[in-house]
Each structure stands twice: as structure tokens, then as C-alpha cells.
DNA sequence: TATACTCAGTTACATTAAGTAACTAAATGA
DNA sequence: TCATTTAGTTACTTAATGTAACTGAGTATA
């Protein structure tokens, strides 16, 4: 009896993966980061509704995940750019396959 | 100036996906149910953490966006079973993706 | 030389979502 | 009869988000 209780049978690499994705707005954010590096306002400006405050912990968030990185450049004044490392834009397959199920199965709004 | 200050330039479709996605034991509860149909509780056990109130608003979200059904069996006691749709089905590639991913670029737990 | 504005955040406070545990009601099993 | 299962719900607590104002360094404007 009770063979499934208190372990998930799931892969926890994958369960892991599902957490960091389903994180709210951490996959908005590496989405918009696969365009290219970008600074913290702009990244903001692009995400409507998303905070200061949210995305700068989710930026450290991803930062210790190895998904994003942190780049300093010492000008004045000094510009900082986030970017993905190749771990992050290794996630751009599944953005694709979110892409094509979204166009095929949510209705276009009008 | 200001070209990209007041609406997101992201596709609502692609964005709709996500937020549903992204939602907490949304991508769990599905992937779950893509091994086939399920009862309520076989579902709950299968996820641990994860309880009986948040599943039942789950599965009533996901029914609604037309992700999963719900099939009562009239026998005694009656039998509820909870499935995917078609729609709901067509997630498993980016649960392929996510998979991938994970194998690639996460540690293998000791 | 004030004044305002930008950047990269942080802080305090309010609201919402999620977790925990107990409970229901009908049916079954020991 | 008493306990257990199923499919949930309810009340309460804790954690996550949202909102808005604020910092502090640097820059541009009047």
C-alpha cells in the first residue's frame, strides 16, 4: 500500500527546470534577454507590469541559476547589461515550441 | 522618444501561454496528465507539496482555458476522471524542450 | 548654479496567492 | 460499527507580488 506517497516519481532535474520557468515573470524576462543584452530599464520598460523591485530579484535569481550574467562596464556613468550565458540561450528551443503552441491553439485577440 | 514605454511589443498569444505556464504547479499538473488520464487524488499523491485546494483551482483553471477535461463516471461510487484535451495534449514538445534542457545544462542530484 | 532627469536599484507597506490542516458527504471495506 | 476513500471546501497562516516612494551617483537643461 501506498506506494506513491511522499516521493515524486518525476525526474527531479526536470521538476528543477519547471521551477525556475514557472517562476512568474522569470521566463518573460530570459525571453526578452534572447534578443540581446540589455540594460535593467530596459528590460523594465519592455515588460509592462513588472517591477523594479520584482526583476532585480529575479536578475539575481537567474544570475546564481548560471542563466544570466552581469556585466559592469566601468564608464561614466557606468552602464551595467544583463545577457544570457549559453546555459540561458540553450532555453530558446523552448520558447520556440511555446511559440508555435500559442499560434496554433490560443484565439488571436481582436 | 518613448517608443516602448506603455505596451509590451511581445505577441499577447505568446504571452497568454506563458502566464498560463508559468502559473505555480500549472506545468506539473499537465505534464502529469500527459501519462493519461487521471483521478483527483492519484494526481495530488503524484505531486507532493502540492495540495487538494490549490489542484482543485488548478484543474478548474485549466478547464476552463480548455486544457483539460473533466469526465464524471456514473458508477457507484461515482468515478471523476481528469484528462487532456487536445489542445492540452499539443504542450507535450515544450515539455520535450524542457526536458532537454535539463538533462543538458542541470546537475544530477547525488 | 539650481533643477530636473536617468540609471540601477532598495525600502516600506498593501494585496494576492499559496500552504496547512481540519472538515464534509456519500460510499465502501474490515 | 468504525475507519477509510474520494473529491473536494473552508478557515487560517505564511509567503510572494504589486505599488509607490526613495537613494545616490552622474548628466543634461535653464
Redesign the pocket.
Known amino acids: ?2 506506494q506513491c506517497q511522499s516521493q515524486s516519481q518525476m525526474c527531479p532535474r526536470f521538476e528543477k527546470a519547471v521551477e525556475i520557468l514557472s ?4 521566463s518573460l524576462i530570459v525571453f526578452q534577454l534572447l534578443s540581446g543584452p540589455q ?4 528590460i ?2 519592455a515588460l509592462p ?12 535569481e537567474l544570475e546564481q541559476e548560471g542563466i544570466v550574467k ?1 556585466v ?1 562596464f566601468p ?8 545577457s544570457l550565458t549559453d546555459k540561458g540561450r540553450a532555453l530558446a528551443p523552448i520558447f520556440v515550441e511555446i511559440g508555435k503552441w500559442s499560434s496554433e491553439w490560443l484565439p488571436v485577440p481582436e
Chains 1, 2 share one sequence.
Do not use: A, C
Request: aromatic share 8%.
Open positions: 500500500m501506498d517562476k512568474r515573470w522569470t540594460r535593467f530599464v530596459q523594465d520598460h507590469n513588472l517591477s523594479g523591485k520584482v526583476l532585480s530579484e529575479r536578475l539575481k552581469r559592469v564608464e561614466s556613468p557606468v552602464r551595467i547589461e544583463y
